[in-house]
């Protein structure tokens, strides 16, 4: 950590959480709570470990969600003076830690926090072209996803895409 301050970096948390959420089997962690579930087909569900597992499929929890949320408006505030670039880049950063943890989730929930994301981006870009609102209609037209895909925005749905795909076999 101290070697990482040294070099210039101000959020060594990033950097820590980062590294420790890849030592983590998920695979190994997700059959064992499987395991632990009698009933996975229940419509109550439960909460653990920061997912909802229910109706035998698993998403982030209501509180992982609003935590996301909250970090994401931390750093789009429609009034920053900072770039989009830099703004995209802020972002990027909690993106990529909560994939890492949650990458395990139903595929549902990628596509629309990705929009929310986008939503929020747009809003900033309305802002500073005078007019009011959230990033919706024609701002779709005007800012597009691929805009935003050549920003640099890391995407979560094509996050999961990635990680589903099965390992290239070797030759040798």
Same mark, same amino acid.
């Given at each position: 950590?101290?070697?990482?301050?040294?070099?210039?970096?101000?959020?060594? *948390?990033?950097?820590? #959480?980062?590294?420790?959420?890849?030592?983590?089997?998920?695979?190994?962690?997700?059959?064992? *709570?499987?395991?632990?579930?009698?009933?996975?087909? =229940?419509?109550?569900?439960?909460?653990?470990?920061?997912?909802?597992?229910?109706?035998?499929?698993?998403?982030?929890?209501?509180? =992982?969600?609003?935590?996301?949320?909250?970090?994401?408006?931390?750093?789009?505030? +429609?009034?920053?003076?900072?770039?989009?670039?830099?703004?995209?880049?802020? *972002?990027?950063?909690?993106?990529?830690?909560?994939?890492?943890?949650?990458?395990?989730?139903?595929?549902?929930?990628?596509?629309?926090?990705?929009?929310?994301? +986008?939503?929020?981006?747009? =809003?900033?870009? +309305?802002?500073?072209?005078? /007019?009011?609102?959230? !990033? +919706?209609?024609?701002?779709?037209?005007?800012?597009?996803?691929?805009?935003?895909? !050549?920003? !640099? #925005?890391?995407? #979560?749905? /094509? $996050?999961?895409?990635? $990680?589903?795909?099965?390992?290239?076999?070797?030759?040798?």
């Amino acid at each position: 950590m101290d070697q990482l301050l040294k070099s210039g970096h101000r959020f060594v *948390v990033d950097a820590d #959480l980062r590294s420790y959420f890849d030592t983590i089997p998920h695979e190994q962690l997700m059959e064992r *709570v499987k395991e632990r579930v009698e009933d996975a087909a =229940s419509e109550e569900g439960f909460e653990f470990l920061g997912y909802y597992f229910g109706r035998g499929r698993r998403w982030p929890g209501k509180k =992982s969600l609003g935590k996301l949320r909250d970090a994401i408006r931390s750093r789009t505030p +429609r009034t920053s003076g900072a770039s989009l670039q830099e703004i995209i880049a802020g *972002v990027n950063r909690g993106l990529r830690g909560w994939f890492g943890y949650f990458k395990h989730s139903y595929r549902t929930t990628f596509t629309y926090l990705d929009g929310w994301v +986008r939503m929020r981006l747009r =809003s900033i870009l +309305r802002k500073r072209q005078k /007019q009011r609102g959230r !990033g +919706r209609g024609r701002d779709h037209q005007r800012w597009p996803n691929k805009f935003f895909a !050549g920003l !640099g #925005l890391y995407s #979560l749905k /094509q $996050a999961q895409m990635l $990680a589903r795909q099965p390992a290239q076999a070797v030759n040798h």
